[in-house]
C-alpha cells in the first residue's frame, strides 16, 4: 500500500531591506523617463506625490495622504519610510 506524502510549504526567505526598497519601487519605475531626481512619497494604497523639492513633498504628502508614506528618489537607489506622526 503506498501513502502519500504531503509536501511542506518552504517558509519564504526574508526579504532584506534593500530587496523589499527594489520591491516597492518597481511599479513606480515608469517615472524615470519624465521625473528623474524628484522626490516620489507614495501612500500604502499606491496614491503618490511628486516633486522636486523633498519638504515641499513631504508636505504635500502628509497633507492629502496622512502617515505611512514611503519616500523615493526617482531614478535613484535612495528610498526611507516615514512613519511618524505629526501634529496638526
Do not use: C
Not at 46 to 51: C, E, F, H, K, M
Amino acid at each position: 500500500m503506498a501513502t502519500q506524502h504531503r509536501s511542506r510549504k518552504r517558509k519564504q526567505k526574508a526579504e532584506t531591506p534593500e530587496e523589499e526598497m527594489l520591491r516597492l519601487y518597481e511599479p513606480f519605475r515608469y517615472l524615470e523617463a519624465d521625473h528623474w531626481g524628484e522626490y516620489l512619497l507614495v501612500a500604502p494604497d499606491g496614491r503618490y506625490v511628486l516633486n522636486m523639492d523633498e519638504i515641499a513633498a513631504m508636505d504635500e504628502a502628509y497633507e492629502k495622504f496622512g502617515n505611512g508614506l514611503l519616500m523615493f528618489k526617482v531614478g535613484e537607489i535612495v528610498s526611507g519610510k516615514l512613519p511618524w506622526l505629526r501634529e496638526p
